[in-house]
């Protein structure tokens, strides 16, 4: 079974604190993901990465960076914490194998972090 | 870039009856839609998916719909259970996305005993 985990399942910050969540996932997946969750928000991609060292934003990067040095492990960084970030982040994971309609998509996600800013 | 929308954002049903939850998207060339399911404190699963050149899929009590003329696809759970009771997200997956998915904002499902 993949297996996705994150850091932290509750965190409290106070604001302008740099906070890190870390998330790890042991089946060699190309492909990871950084979500926010949100109600009546659904899920809104952060960022992703493809590869190691490699990443792309998502729709709602802004006051977030990522960093993905080894491939098993992605890391969200808060540079300087807001109330306005406080949610639940879900990281999750993916294959690049097969091809056309064979690929595969399916994502794999963490427990995910509630993170509460104050 | 592509959009999904779903609906409704809240449904409540009495056990044993069935539920329908609909999904739209925007790109024409979307080519898989996932369909997750995430029961409360838990995280996001895969329950179901259907790709584009395929109109039905049924796994036992659930069965996924495309209309790609309509662009929107449906799931449908027959004789509800409580343990259905989740919140439900429709996703798309548009080739120029790469490896990534477009989520819908959720469904919650409750089913009542």
């Known amino acids: 079974d993949v297996k996705v985990t994150q850091s932290s399942r509750y965190l409290v910050k106070r604001t302008g604190e740099k906070v890190f969540l870390e998330c790890v996932q042991d089946m060699d997946h190309e492909n990871m993901f950084w979500y926010r969750q949100d109600p009546g928000l659904g899920l809104r991609l952060i960022y992703f990465?493809?590869?190691?060292?490699?990443?792309e934003k998502g729709d709602i990067p802004e006051g977030y960076s990522v960093s993905r040095e080894k491939k098993e492990r992605f890391s969200l960084i808060l540079e300087s914490a807001s109330t306005n970030q406080t949610s639940m982040y879900l990281c999750?994971?993916?294959?690049?194998?097969?091809?056309?309609?064979?690929?595969?998509?399916?994502?794999?996600f963490g427990p995910g972090t509630r993170l509460t800013v104050t | 870039g592509e959009n999904v929308e779903q609906h409704p954002s809240t449904l409540s049903v009495q056990e044993g009856d069935s539920a329908v939850i609909k999904c739209t998207y925007s790109?024409?060339?979307?080519?898989?839609f996932p369909w997750y399911k995430q029961e409360l404190g838990k995280r996001p699963q895969l329950i179901i998916d259907?790709?584009?050149?395929?109109g039905e899929k049924k796994d036992q009590r659930i069965a996924v719909t495309l209309n790609k003329t309509a662009k929107h696809f449906s799931l449908h759970i027959t004789e509800t259970q409580p343990e259905d009771s989740a919140v439900y997200f429709c996703?798309?997956?548009?080739?120029?996305?790469?490896?990534?998915?477009?989520f819908g904002a959720g469904t919650i499902l409750r089913v009542k005993s």
């Open positions: 259907i790709r584009s050149n395929v």
């Open positions: 996703a798309a997956a548009p080739p120029e996305y790469g490896n990534k998915l477009v």
């Open positions: 999750a994971s993916s294959s690049t194998r097969g091809g056309g309609t064979g690929r595969t998509y399916e994502q794999y």
């Open positions: 990465s493809y590869d190691v060292k490699m990443k």
């Open positions: 790109d024409s060339a979307s080519n898989y």
